[in-house]
């Protein structure tokens, strides 16, 4: 299950319909407070879903920032080691990106607009594909 989470409801639509084509079951929110409240859920043992395998989310969203929820989601057990991509419109320094990475546990920035799909495919499943073996690697020592 994949977790997207976009304020642009066009965009939420869209890759939440690209994501099922592709095989993956989705939880869609439409704000960043939105994904903070089902947090709350998860935290409190309350939430009794499918717990999502990876993440992607806008940076700049209503209430929490995707970067602000990303740093909350790796304090979480469930989600540590979960694969955490944001998405944005705005151009970032690598160094930006950086501090995304470093601070909040993100595993990659990608910039809107969104590749053709079977690019974004490419890249969402390198990302994920990397994450697990560096996790693989981890565990191992």
Known sequence: MWLIAEDETDILSLLTMVAQVWGYQ???????????DWLDKVEAGTYTGEMPQFA?????????KGNEVAN???????????PLV??????????????FQVQ?????????????FDELRNTLTTIIANKRVAQTGANQK
Not at 26 to 36: H, R
Not at 77 to 82: G, L, P, T, V
Not at 104 to 116: N, R
């Open 104 to 116: 909040d546990g993100v595993d990659a920035v990608i910039a809107k607009p969104l590749p053709a």
């Open 56 to 64: 992607l989310m806008d940076i700049r969203m209503p209430g929490k």
């Open 26 to 36: 989705t939880l869609a929110f439409e704000s960043g407070q939105k994904v903070w």
């Open 72 to 82: 909350r989601m790796r304090t979480i057990s469930a989600f540590q080691h979960m």
């Open 86 to 99: 944001l998405m944005t419109a705005f151009s970032l320094s690598e160094a930006d990106q950086k501090v």
